[in-house]
């Protein structure tokens, strides 16, 4: 049984840092995909970081250069580190886990939700102005 646990989540202002974590547990496969998504109030959810069994990320241009997604194997940690916050980050917060998604024979990060089987329960992050 597959299980995602988050924490990290506050409420600061803007401008400041927080760093997200998310414990993880039950996946056997190798070739996994994890990945961190919001959902705001009236919003659909959407996909901030991602981040494969190698490293390899993807992110939208919307959080770029202010979050960065990070993986502790040996802990079975995956980190969300989000500086500069605005209030429009303002979101639950999911991380979420998946198989690797491929296009041919490339293999993709995905910022979809419908590409991930196993979620966590969120945790709440509200940035003030």
């Known amino acids: 049984q597959v299980q995602l646990v988050e924490s990290g989540g506050a409420s600061v202002q803007a401008g400041e840092s927080l760093r997200l974590s998310c414990a993880y547990s039950?996946?056997?496969?190798?070739?996994?995909?994890m990945g961190w998504f919001r959902q705001a109030p009236g919003k659909a959810r959407e996909g901030v970081a991602s981040?494969?069994?190698?490293?390899?990320?993807m992110q939208p241009d919307s959080v770029k250069g202010r979050f960065t997604i990070s993986k502790d194997n040996a802990n079975n940690t995956l980190y969300l580190q989000m500086d500069s916050l605005k209030p429009e980050d303002t979101a639950m917060y999911y991380c979420?886990?998946?198989?690797?998604?491929?296009?041919?024979?490339?293999?993709?990060?995905?910022?979809?939700?419908?590409?991930?089987?196993?979620w966590g329960q969120g945790t709440q992050v509200t940035v003030s102005s």
């Open positions: 979420a886990a998946g198989a690797e998604k491929m296009i041919g024979w490339v293999r993709i990060p995905s910022l979809l939700d419908d590409d991930y089987n196993y």
């Open positions: 039950g996946y056997t496969s190798s070739r996994l995909c």
């Open positions: 981040i494969l069994s190698d490293g390899i990320t």
